[in-house]
């Protein structure tokens, strides 16, 4: 616990007599919706606030404080929970500050530390100065309130991105092969001047511009990965930049086709690749076959999961990236729609780049505000801030460090139970009947 003199939380022991602390009470809508609540001493001999479930799981309160706090500063809020016999955690006990949600240090424990990094700099006045910690959504069970701390500290430096997405001009569409693997190499060359941390190209890159009549098909213009041609310019680009490339490709491999991204680390290295999921009628018809599994790369600036054209519609794969703490979604596409972008974006608390033959290609942040886009030949860039993430464009401060899809706390009860009901339905779909 830092030194008291500092800690900004109006009176953090709970001292005081009566049935709540000098400068905190116990907060409901309504009195049929209260919870049980009181102010008892713990096994150390330590004063305590306590919430109590009751039979109704719509019952919602909280303990309430005060904090001193300035606009267009940063702090660092926390408190320690124990928890007794309380069945959900994830949906039941969560705390606030200045409407900024805390969210636990490390896995739920029994005593479980919640904390934030908070920065006041959005509508001071609209998120006030209470320090909140909540139940609801329980039957039974309770909560132990210790340790409330909100300590003033330097602005942080965040973990950021610098990323780029390529894109073709798609009025030039008389090359050769060679012409358009010149271009690629050109693209890269031109993006690597900016030093970015990663680039990714188009779905079907070694095509791109290249009619039909030249390559002859799919098969015929399907390359080895990672050692193709396109693969070798790509890896080239990579190394001499030090950066990452995905390359939006198509694959030969055995007797399959594959539409694949395929990843290189800032050596040249190939890292691995990721196949279209989610193919066309008319990818089935070429004979393409389909990936069948998700993969999240580590690299290090981040964690990256990888879209590929039809992708985008499926808002399972996007939430799954979400899941497995996936801070940016590349997607390679021909053809596409900017809004679904957005949309997978704003869901998921989540960066989207899109590098795109058609609509532009696209940086997107987590908000679904686009950053950065570009409508011809060239690349749109932007700098990705990976750890403080906007999630509503309202720039609602509730929902501005978690994903408000993802967050158990987000969600109501009847929600949550909804998650089940929604997978189970999704199970029994794919069943015969």
Avoid at 252 to 271: K, S
Wanted: proline letters at 6%; glycine letters at 8%.
């Amino acid at each position: 616990m830092p030194d008291s003199e500092k800690n900004l939380v109006t009176n953090p022991k709970f001292s005081g007599a009566g049935k709540a602390p000098d400068g905190w009470s116990y907060v409901s809508a309504r009195p049929e919706l209260a919870l049980g609540h009181e102010v008892r001493t713990d096994a150390a001999d330590n004063t305590v606030l306590v919430l109590e479930a009751t039979d109704d799981n719509r019952a919602f309160g909280c303990w309430r404080g005060a904090v001193k706090i300035e606009a267009h500063k940063w702090y660092r809020a926390s408190v320690k929970v124990r928890l007794i016999n309380v069945d959900d955690p994830t949906l039941s006990v969560f705390a606030q500050v200045a409407r900024h949600y805390l969210v636990p240090a490390g896995p739920w424990a029994e005593v479980t530390v919640l904390q934030q990094l908070i920065c006041s700099d959005r509508d001071h006045e609209y998120q006030g100065n209470f320090f909140e910690i909540y139940l609801r959504a329980a039957t039974r069970g309770c909560v132990e309130i210790s340790e409330p701390s909100f300590i003033e500290v330097p602005e942080p430096d965040f973990r950021m991105a610098r990323v780029a997405a390529v894109r073709f001009d798609h009025e030039v569409n008389n090359l050769t092969l060679e012409q358009q693997r010149a271009r690629l190499a050109e693209q890269l060359e031109l993006a690597g001047g900016i030093k970015p941390d990663i680039v990714a190209t188009t779905e079907f890159t070694p095509v791109i511009g290249v009619p039909e009549s030249e390559y002859g098909s799919f098969w015929e213009v399907a390359e080895p990965v990672p050692g193709g041609p396109a693969c070798r310019i790509a890896a080239a680009a990579a190394k001499k930049h030090g950066m990452h490339v995905i390359l939006g490709n198509i694959e030969r491999r055995g007797p399959h086709l594959f539409n694949t991204a395929v990843l290189f680390g800032r050596d040249g290295r190939f890292i691995g690749q990721y196949d279209k999921t989610h193919l066309t009628f008319g990818e089935l018809e070429l004979g393409v076959s389909c990936g069948d599994s998700y993969p999240v790369f580590d690299l290090d600036f981040g964690r990256i999961g990888i879209h590929i054209c039809y992708d985008e519609w499926f808002p399972e794969v996007a939430r799954y990236y979400a899941h497995q703490g996936t801070e940016i979604i590349f997607l390679c596409v021909a053809g596409g729609k900017p809004i679904t972008w957005r949309t997978r974006a704003l869901d998921n608390g989540i960066h989207f780049v899109a590098a795109s033959t058609s609509p532009p290609s696209m940086v997107i942040e987590s908000s679904g505000d686009i950053m950065a886009e570009n409508h011809r030949g060239g690349f749109a860039w932007a700098d990705l801030n990976l750890e403080y993430r906007q999630t509503n464009a309202y720039r609602d401060p509730t929902m501005a460090y978690g994903m408000p899809g993802i967050v158990p706390q987000m969600r109501n009860v009847l929600d949550h139970r909804l998650l089940h009901d929604l997978s189970r339905s999704i199970r029994d779909i794919s069943r015969p009947k």
